[in-house]
């Protein structure tokens, strides 16, 4: 997994203390950053001017827009500054993937208070470019922007080839599809569960849940990797939405909110009911359970609500093979008399899951 960069730091006893933004200034930051940042392939022209100018040989591109900020959308105690780059690129790469594009290029915009030492803008550059690297060769850094903020705030907007493609939506799919996902289920879901249960500090005297602790985040960490890695620091498999366009797959979405939550959105945008299979399900179950132990019975849940691993779900034409990296999960039916909606076997699987960041945000940075 990407090398820690310094936002979860280590014993700050140990180290010297920092430069602050504050005391480095704005031109001297993306002095320092430009160097470390990937350039884009079809990048004609990058940094330094009022706008980038990037190549796009199909005559439309994909784009999207995903932010990041302390508090609701990941805490201080935990990630380090390479772990908040690198989610911050994979959730935007994994949306064009989605769209069945190839990713082509990122606009970042960082805003951080005044006292946040250079080193973690540094940080979160190498973890946009070795995100970049890992699983979008060729995407780079075209641009963004940097200010100030009582909160360290991430906004990432990324583009996308369709290389001659349609776009693959989320209202194609038809009855009869098979619906099938590539990448991981529940890992990112067990993850931060572990940590809010064991990557805190002790409650309050009135019972107060403690808040997040980073030396307690770091011993989960290293007792779980592979759970609370998936959380902090996910890997999408992104080439796998080009070949699900290429395979003809009907309709696809990136699975950030949840299994159930993401399928129900195919669901509703196609009019149709998903279907997934009680022993597929199972068998996600049981590889997150033999992956790690201390998921126990919470298993399935995670599967079918946890957010935040970036799978690709997607539904093919039930005659044709599914592609290398994709695993039946169930079957799309006709709509109901009462709509669209996914069932577990012949059961509505109703709860929400997922995360909704206006409603289950505890207000709390961490």
Sequence with gaps: MPPDSGFAANDPAEAPTPETLAQVGEGETLRRIFPRLPHADAELLGPGDDAAVVAAPDGRYVVTTDMMIQGPDFRAAWSTAHDLGWKAAMSNLADVAAMGARPTALVVGLAAPFETPVQTLLGIADGLRDACAAVAPGCGVVGGDLSTAGALTISVTAFGDLEGRRPVRRSGA??????????????????????????????????????????????????????????????????????????????????????????????????????????????????????????????????????????????FPPDAPLPDGFRALGAVRSASASGPQVLVGDRAHDELGGWDPYADWDGHAG
């Design 174 to 315: 038809r009855p009869g599809d098979v619906v099938a996902v590539a990448g991981d289920l529940g890992r990112a879901g067990a993850g931060i569960w572990l940590l809010f249960r064991d990557g805190v500090g002790a409650p309050a005297g009135d019972g107060t849940p403690g808040e997040p602790d980073e030396r307690a985040g770091r011993e989960v960490r290293s007792r779980h990797p592979h759970i609370v890695e998936a959380q902090l620091a996910p890997r999408s498999p992104i080439p796998a939405g080009v070949v699900a366009a290429g395979h003809g797959a009907t309709a696809m979405l990136d699975v950030s909110d949840g299994l159930v939550l993401d399928a129900r959105r195919i669901a509703v945008a196609s009019g149709c009911t998903i279907v997934f299979d009680p022993a597929a399900i199972a068998r996600e179950a049981r590889e997150l359970s033999d992956l790690d132990a201390v998921v126990g019975d919470h298993a399935v849940r995670f599967v079918l609500e946890g957010g935040e691993d970036h799978a690709l779900l997607a539904t």
